[in-house]
């Protein structure tokens, strides 16, 4: 009798425990989709898959601080343009770099450089896969799974978080604020980009947004390495386009 007592007390709290994990995801895959509506809804989300934005801010990098401002090009998911204008010393230096989902190169002042490294496209395409994940597109899909990380204070800001898992990718963690739904905050973890070696705890936090063609886009955008910030920029102009054509995309 105790036996069969034990077996049914075991069976008991395992159903109690599928009910709270369904109840759980169910709250997450709500919360997820009240953020997506806040953002401007699944359709227009899904609709802008290009964007171009123009930039300036300061990067801190090797006990440097150092001013830049540029413009960006970006089709989602592999597609991406970047022209960097910055200030060293008093000397003015163009950089531009793109991603056409196999293949990364850099133009230095003038000079183009491929970059075929395996570890350095994976970790590229790795990178395009979080940025798509903080966009919000199709979030709701089953293809994800979402996970609750409960509350936390962001920059005095009351937030509730949710951790994006796919088989094959890193998982994405994502703090909205609990009165607006507007995405606070994304993280990874990845190779550190100011680094040789290593990886870093990367952070975005996301600020001042406003409607732009019906979507809620910050205007304002921090990129912390391991708690320490190394990007800090303030969006000039910003568009979506439901596809870039491919001229945006061409190399110098």
Known sequence: MLRTCSVLLAGLAMVAWLESARAQDD?????????????GGKEALKK?????????????????????????????????????????????????????????????????MEKKEKELIDEMKENAYCEMVSSLVDLDSKEYKLSPLGEMKIKDQDTVGVRVSKEGKRDVNLWFDKKSNMLVKSEFRGKDPFGDTGEANQEKYYAKYKAVQGVQTPQSLEVHNDGKKIVDLEILEFRYHERLDESYFTRP
Do not use: C
């Open 27 to 39: 709250e997450t895959r709500t919360l997820v989709i009240n953020a997506m509506k806040a953002h």
């Open 48 to 112: 802008h898959l290009g964007a171009q934005a123009k930039y300036k801010g300061v990067v801190e990098t090797m006990g440097m601080t150092i001013k830049v401002d540029g413009e960006m090009f970006h089709n989602y998911p592999d597609r991406m343009k970047n022209i960097i204008n910055i200030e060293v010393n008093g000397q003015n230096l163009t950089i531009q770099q793109g991603y056409d989902g196999k293949g990364l190169w850099i133009s230095v002042m003038g000079m183009l």
